[in-house]
């Protein structure tokens, strides 16, 4: 696989506030992305330098409403993310890192898709 890392990523929600940084329960954290293709797949590995995720959303992921943020409309960012992942026949993988999270999103390439 050639991979191509392309730094902080601020695609989504409209980027980080000023200063590259995005904060969780009052924590910094500096989102990582780097991309990787191949024949077959296409890898996208988000990475942060945040608290991780708690064992109960590490278990299981695909529930809704798992959050360990306070606050309304929380816990369907991961939830609705591996259902796309799922429909796109594709995976999402969470891990905890020694120093943050990292989520992985493995989609099939064209070439594989059909």
Same mark, same amino acid.
């Given at each position: 696989?050639?991979?191509?890392?392309?730094?902080r990523s601020d695609a989504g929600t409209?980027?980080?506030? !000023?200063? @590259?940084?995005? +904060?969780?329960? @009052?924590?910094?954290?500096?989102?990582?992305?780097?991309? $990787? %293709?191949?024949? /077959?797949?296409?890898?996208?590995?988000? /990475?942060? #330098?945040?608290? %991780?995720?708690? #064992? $109960?959303?590490?278990?299981?992921?695909?529930?809704?409403?798992?959050?360990?943020? #306070?606050? $309304? %409309? +929380? @816990?369907?960012?991961?939830?609705? =993310?591996?259902?796309?992942?799922?429909?796109?026949?594709? /995976?999402?993988?969470? !891990?905890?890192? +020694?120093? %943050?999270?990292?989520? =992985?999103?493995?989609?099939? =390439?064209? /070439? =594989? !898709?059909?």
């Open positions: 696989m050639r991979s191509g890392d392309h730094g409209g980027g980080p506030p !000023a200063g @590259g940084q995005c +904060r969780r329960g @009052g924590q910094p954290q500096h989102p990582h992305l780097s991309v $990787a %293709g191949g024949a /077959e797949q296409l890898a996208l590995v988000i /990475e942060d #330098d945040g608290p %991780g995720f708690p #064992d $109960a959303i590490l278990a299981d992921p695909g529930q809704p409403f798992q959050s360990d943020k #306070d606050g $309304a %409309g +929380r @816990g369907l960012g991961l939830f609705l =993310t591996g259902n796309v992942m799922r429909r796109l026949n594709g /995976e999402m993988r969470l !891990a905890n890192l +020694r120093h %943050g999270a990292q989520v =992985t999103l493995l989609l099939p =390439t064209l /070439e =594989t !898709a059909a």
